[in-house]
């Protein structure tokens, strides 16, 4: 993964990491994302973006048609998860479920659907194949690789885990420690971001500066959640680095 592209995953982690189950639910748009990106990085509009597309499918030589199957794949993916996850309707539930201990009841319910959500993101990276370059190619197979790794790790015996996280009060470590794990952030990749608008798509590729900048984000992150109250947050997000790390091309980064 480039280093503007990754620094706005990065960024968007900071950002949901940020706040609380209830701050996700309201806060969760294109205004509040900006407010929280380093520097100057203004997000391009849909016409932008389709525009990127557009461009990336006919620069990487793919079939006339790549374009329009890559629009729709996106457009299907997206329908894809909010069927899987009514945000709202999980925020309810959890908060119904802290007082009663029932989280991992919850979790269970929604880590049931992760099969179904593989196979969506396995069909929409299969639609984009034909716009990426051969090392995104590789990108992409490591890509689906961490992310079933992500998965995996959030729904470990059916989100025993997350439940926890939860309950031992780490959205509200999260939310206390905001300013610096932004920092965190700002000070890993800041320096991958353009001053301007993004005009093209970044090549989606990961190479060893990445994962140095990987792992120096995890041990600033994990630094900062360490003065919480509670050791639980820090403990299960070093574990969630180290986790999705595996069988990625940073796997042989430990960190730390």
Known sequence: MTGAKLACVAVLLAFVAGTTMGDVANQIDVNAIRERLPGNLSLPSMEEVEKMLRDKCTSAGAPTDAYDNAKEAAKTFVDCGQGLIDIGEFQQEVEAAKPTGDLDTVFNKYCRKRSTLIECVNTFANAIDPCLESEEK????????????????????????????????????????????????NETFSGYVPDTSLTAIPRLVIGPKQCEDFTKLQNCMVRELEECSESTPANLVESLFRYVRKGSPCANNAGR
């Open 138 to 185: 590789v990108f992409k197979t490591s890509g689906l690789d961490i992310f079933k790794n992500l998965l995996n790790f959030v729904c470990h015996k059916d989100g025993d885990q997350i439940a926890l996280f939860i309950a031992e009060k780490g959205p509200e470590c999260f939310l206390e420690q905001k300013n610096d794990l932004i920092a965190c952030v």
